[in-house]
């Protein structure tokens, strides 16, 4: 695609209306907020943590090491009630203001129950949080309740069942699990009994898979998790047959491109294979994964497509409504979403920049 082929005005992509699908808790902080909350509480963070360079580590285990020390690092800062509600406060702001229209973010309440007497207040507090954000930005925000591969699968069952008790569609309420950490740790297979307590009881379900490892992993977690949506699974473009399975199954792609870049999983953001996976017709949710450390946000991910992938406006307009489809929403607030991006595309382009 040629560079510097979009002379004629363009649309705002802030206005385009988009569902948010892949953004964990910590990785969503503010910079200036992480700063704060470490001056606050009297803890040294990591020099690289502050600099205004995204994280750049090659996709092997001494890579994710560096990547989770400085993730442990940010997550050290939150300690209590009052840290927790301004992360999700100013994470749905930052949506917000990118024309995120419906938020679905992930927590695991384990690191910060010790400091709010355990697991259930813990999650409390981020429901809550997530109701009033929701209530005062006009952000549908839902809470993707994450287990870790790194502790035993029994733990993921006790928190499938916290979020089970949780449950709904409204604004505050938990939409989905899902299993985060270094896919390449701990049997994917044990982590069964956790998914089907979520499904059973109608969560959406979304575990991570298919960014770290390629596409054999994504089969694995395919067979015994079965997802309704896969935290990345960009590396199931690198086997025809794998895709046709994910697509065949209706199963939702969270793609989260400057991650991949910056976990070293694809060199340049040109090497994403973001046009392979919606040709293959892939339902795609773009998502900013950790903006604390890729230094991405939501919308970079629709910038990038647009001027590295060359996605027309319509193109771009089906990626937003993609998303929102992908979304857990309730039915008016997908209904509402989908006409706002027919009204986007509607719009003459450049009329809607100085609006
Ligand atoms: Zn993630």
Redesign the pocket.
Known sequence: MPRGWHTEPMRDLARLPKAHL?L?FT?SMRLSTLADLAARHGIRLPAVLLDDDPLHVPADERGWFRFQRLYDAARACVRGEDDMRRVVAEAVEDDAAEGSGRLEI?VDPTSYAPFVGGLTPALEIVLDAAREASAATGVDVGVVVAASRMRHPLDARTLARLAVRHAGDGPGEVVGFGL?NDERRGDTEAFGAAFAIARRAGLVTVP?GG?LLGPAHVEEVLEHLRPDRL??GVRSAEDPRVLDRVVAEGVAL?V?PA?NVSLGVYPADQDVPLRALVAAGARVAL?A??PLLFRSRLLDQYETARTVHGFDDAELAALARSSIEASRASDDVRARLLRGVDAWLAQEPGLTAAS
């Open positions: 892949h964990h990785g992930q985060s991570h960014e935290g990345h969270e989260c991650s998502g994964d950790d």
